[in-house]
């Protein structure tokens, strides 16, 4: 295990060290990129760029369920308000994790008639019900256990909480959270919706106490579900603890190739040198006006979604700086969207 604490902090260091979260807006799309991953785990196959349209200009995804739309919106407004919460440091209790379980499946839920008796999974109703999960189809406890053990929960949590409140400590807090997020899962305590509710409890304690919060990719999912299950067979958190300092390290790397490659590319600009006669060699930059160079893209993309701003830059005769001020107004203006990471994503013509 202290050979991946050791490498988290490691990676952690040199991500606080570039200042990759000080970027405009990075906080939001890093939101946006947690909810999209956690609701795709669940069968939600809204894009990232679909759930920015979607969050930020109310555009629906065609093609697109509105069941996995609402989804989305719903864990935005849950993950709003625990960050809310999280600043005020507010404990854990039975009643403020139903609080957030309503939110999250507000226009998902639905009515149960039980021999249990009758519950409401959109109001954050604790199941009255047995439930099973996964290959096998197997069983999570009795429900009429879940009361007591979600209160020891709370009372385990709010315990960590306020020593870490007192002292801070990073790799605490982390495993705080991932625990936290384990056990939920394993009390399963409402009818749907536990899976996200597990991530959002465990992203709830990271940014109470200021972490980069974590995410599970979507392409991780069977190695994830694997950590849980070794868990809950082992009785002993290990497992997924190892797992999540993994996936997190490993996010967090790809974060700061990205931001490097980034940060490279901004300082690189097309020259092309024109021999003048009678006189030295001078750099010709051609002016263009912002529409027909935004027009010109407009077609470079339509030509290649794969284009790099290197390439828009040598094709368009334009430094590449401006190429890049001109995708970033584009984006802003929902003209276009990237689609994937710097490396190997793709643009999307959102309207011409």
């Given at each position: 295990m202290k050979q991946y604490i050791n490498e988290l902090l490691a990676v952690l260091k040199e991500y606080h060290q570039l200042g990759i979260a000080n970027q405009i807006d990075y906080q939001k799309f890093y939101l946006y990129s947690i909810i999209t991953h956690s609701t795709a785990i669940e069968g939600?196959?809204?894009?990232?760029?679909?759930?920015?349209?979607?969050?930020?200009?109310?555009i629906s995804a065609k093609g697109k369920p509105m069941v996995e739309q609402l989804m989305n919106l719903d864990l935005k407004r849950a993950y709003e308000q625990s960050i809310s919460w999280a600043k005020e440091h507010k404990p854990f209790t039975i009643e403020m994790l139903q609080q957030l379980s309503a939110i999250v499946m507000r226009n998902t839920g639905s009515h149960y008639s039980t021999l249990g008796g009758e519950f409401d999974s959109s109001k954050g109703d604790l199941r009255l019900c047995g439930v099973t999960a996964g290959p096998g189809g197997r069983s999570y406890m009795d429900y009429r256990k879940v009361p007591m053990k979600l209160?020891?929960?709370?009372?385990?949590?709010?315990?960590?909480?306020?020593?870490?409140?007192?002292?801070?400590?990073?790799?605490?807090?982390?495993?705080?959270?991932?625990?936290?997020?384990?056990?939920?899962?394993?009390?399963?305590?409402?009818?749907?919706?536990?899976?996200?509710?597990?991530?959002?409890?465990?992203?709830?304690?990271?940014?109470?106490?200021?972490?980069?919060?974590?995410?599970?990719?979507?392409?991780?999912?069977?190695?994830?579900?694997?950590?849980?299950?070794?868990?809950?067979?082992?009785?002993?958190?290990?497992?997924?603890?190892q797992f999540m300092l993994q996936e997190h390290s490993k996010n967090l790397r790809n974060e700061i190739d990205v931001f490097k490659k980034s940060m490279v590319e901004d300082v690189v600009i097309n020259e092309n040198k024109v021999v003048q006669k009678g006189g030295p060699e001078i750099k010709e930059v051609v002016q263009k006006s912002g529409s027909e160079t935004r027009d010109a893209?407009?077609?470079?993309?339509?030509?290649?979604?794969?284009?790099?701003?290197?390439?828009?830059?040598?094709?368009?005769?334009?430094?590449?700086?401006?190429?890049?001020?001109?995708?970033?107004?584009?984006q802003e203006e929902n003209l276009i969207a990237r689609e994937g990471s710097q490396k190997s994503g793709r643009w999307i013509i959102l309207r011409k």
């Open positions: 939600s196959t809204v894009t990232e760029i679909e759930n920015m349209l979607l969050f930020d200009e109310g209160k020891e929960l709370c009372d385990h949590i709010n315990q960590r909480r306020e020593a870490l409140i007192k002292k801070a400590d990073d790799i605490e807090a982390y495993l705080l959270s991932f625990d936290a997020h384990n056990l939920l899962v394993t009390i399963h305590p409402w009818v749907d919706g536990n899976g996200r509710m597990s991530r959002l409890i465990m992203n709830y304690l990271q940014f109470e106490f200021g972490l980069i919060p974590t995410k599970v990719l979507k392409e991780d999912k069977a190695a994830y579900i694997e950590a849980l299950n070794q868990s809950r067979e082992e009785e002993t958190t290990a497992p997924f603890q893209i407009i077609r470079l993309i339509a030509d290649n979604a794969n284009i790099t701003s290197r390439e828009m830059a040598n094709k368009l005769n334009i430094n590449r700086s401006a190429i890049l001020k001109h995708l970033k107004k584009m």
